[in-house]
């Protein structure tokens, strides 16, 4: 409580004076970017379609028309583009998926997206082979120096294959070194990958459970059986193992049984810090596919306001302008994704918060307005953008995100995606406090969604970022009828053809929320302020590498 009471004592002077003359979001002006943007005829804003070309058009000329400066890609004549060239690696596996063990002198057969989901693997191979190598169970796969955890202790995984739990350690019994219940980025799928690749394993078979997955079999399966994107990277093979995969909990349970071990006994094993890796006695993995990958080229979209005293420092504010694209029919036949809330909103959002700041003085640092592509497909926008900043990251103040604000009304309350320790966080909750609202914490830290936004690419660098979230607790109707709306959202329309532009829309709620953002990128941008990562983030020793390039 006393950090929270002093950072709000801190701030509190500057907060009145944004607070009495803050400039007003329009939530017509909201709603005329939503409409286009999400019409028919911007083909659901698939990356590298004819979609994506209206999409960034339209962007771009907004941008102008605001009177941004083009913060892109810097061009051979000493002049930014508004874009920022994004290239993707694209991976298909073509033809069957060979997959199974031996244990026990038996060869059993895994199907793809039954008992197994393996991913096209994104190391530009042309196909992944592997013949009869060892399998060891490495607990929850986590590599923790900063709260003195290792799961893989000096086990040497060159050329192994992994068996790993999702979710981490302390997320069965809900207390301990992760923070409890609530999933650290050690718990994300993406992570388990990642310390495998580093560590040179040769593949990744991630044990699905219902609860600490936060989802079912089904989203694993489908999810991880189609077209993958990635960055394209210089060295993918340290992101990525040959193989990923998930297996389902029941394959893993009877696989461990046929080597002579229990499952969930190594389960409870693997919630201590003592834990040591555990090969399967006699068991080997094989696999066996083609994969098909090009690179294609889609674009992040970036214009500014240059600071007046200290240009070089940022605060971003981003969102993505990308969807689903065309796909699928629904039940009435419409296969447009048109992705109006999701996250034609976000856009509209910081567009307007551009113009919100340009009918202002230029404040003493720069502010960059980042809409990114490809989120849909992994966070690949901003991703791209966090490994090949447009400008520094040490320097960077802080990220806003802004994605899928609901249409509902307005709300007393305000939100976050997970629950961040940064101080972006306390600010946006006493600033909610200043205005007669509260900050409701997220409701389900153990779904992980602090690792699911665009914030993210820039808070696993450091960068202290939020994503923002609208709250449920109607001023017309209270939480009854803010959650009804947000089932009906998720039910009917998110991801779905149906998320489309009504006009009927109450969006002053999505105006209140901006003005919060809006006073807290003011305040960052007119003050000496570096917001933090505080005691518990994972990310905060990442962050404190770089503070002496911020004074
Ligand atoms: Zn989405």
Redesign the pocket.
């Known amino acids: 409580m006393k950090r929270l009471l002093l950072a709000t004592a801190l701030l509190a002077a500057p907060m009145l004076a944004q607070a009495a003359d803050a400039p007003k979001i329009d939530p017509a002006k909201l709603s005329a970017h939503i409409k286009v943007l999400s019409s028919d005829e911007f083909e659901g804003r698939g990356p590298a379609t004819a979609g994506e070309k209206k999409a960034v058009g339209y962007i771009v000329d907004q941008m102008k028309a605001i009177g941004l400066t083009p913060a892109g890609d810097l061009q051979k004549d000493g002049k930014r583009a508004w874009t920022q060239n994004v290239p993707l690696g694209k991976f298909e596996i073509t033809g069957p998926v060979s997959a199974g063990v031996t244990v026990g002198g038996d060869r059993q057969t895994w199907t793809q997206g039954e008992q197994i989901a393996v991913r096209a693997a994104m190391t530009n191979v042309d196909a992944v082979s592997i013949k009869d190598a060892p399998i060891v169970f490495v607990g929850y796969g986590v590599k923790a120096p900063e709260r003195n955890w290792d799961d893989f202790k000096s086990l040497d995984v060159k050329g192994k294959i992994l068996v790993v739990l999702i979710n981490d350690p302390d997320f069965e019994t809900g207390s301990g070194d992760f923070g409890g219940k609530a999933m650290t980025y050690y718990g994300r799928w993406t992570y388990k990958y990642e310390e495998a690749a580093r560590l040179g394993a040769a593949g990744v078979l991630i044990v699905h459970e219902t609860a600490p997955a936060s989802y079912g079999w089904n989203t694993v399966k489908n999810s991880n059986t189609n077209v993958m994107f990635d960055i394209v990277r210089k060295a993918p093979a340290k992101q990525h193992p040959s193989l990923e995969a998930w297996i389902q909990r029941d394959t893993a349970v009877a696989l461990f049984k046929k080597a002579g071990l229990d499952f969930d006994a190594l389960k409870t094993q693997a919630q201590s810090r003592d834990f040591k890796p555990v090969a399967l006695p006699g068991a080997t993995f094989s696999a066996d596919y083609k994969v098909k990958h090009e690179t294609i080229v889609s674009k992040n979209i970036a214009g500014r306001i240059v600071g007046t005293k200290y240009p070089n420092e940022t605060v971003i504010y981003s969102g993505h302008w990308d969807?689903l694209g065309v796909g699928a029919p629904d039940a009435r036949g419409d296969k447009i994704y048109n992705?109006a809330v999701?996250?034609a909103d976000g856009i509209a959002g910081i567009l307007e918060l551009a113009r919100a700041f340009k009918s202002r003085p230029a404040p003493q640092r720069s502010i960059l307005f980042l809409a990114v592509t490809a989120?849909?497909k992994g966070l690949l926008g901003s991703e791209y953008y966090g490994a090949n900043p447009l400008f520094p990251l040490a320097t960077t103040v802080g990220d806003i995100n802004i994605d899928?604000l609901s249409a509902a009304g307005p709300a007393k309350d305000v939100g976050t995606s997970g629950d961040g320790k940064v101080d972006l966080q306390d600010m946006l909750v006493a600033k909610a406090k200043l205005h007669g609202r509260y900050f409701t914490p997220d409701p389900a830290p153990q779904a992980g969604h602090f690792y699911r936004s665009d914030h993210f690419p820039f808070a696993k660098r450091g960068v202290p970022a939020i994503s923002i979230g609208s709250g449920n607790d109607l001023y017309k109707g209270g939480k009854e009828a803010g959650e009804k709306a947000e089932a009906d959202y998720t039910d009917n329309r998110y991801?779905q053809p149906a998320d489309e532009w009504r006009a009927d829309w109450d969006l002053s709620g999505q105006a209140m929320d901006l003005g919060l953002v809006y006073e807290i990128g003011a305040d960052l941008a007119n003050s000496r302020v570096w917001p933090k990562w505080q005691a518990g983030s994972e990310f905060k020793a990442l962050r404190d590498k770089t503070s002496a390039q911020r004074k």
């Open positions: 969807h992705g999701d996250n989120e849909e899928a991801h």
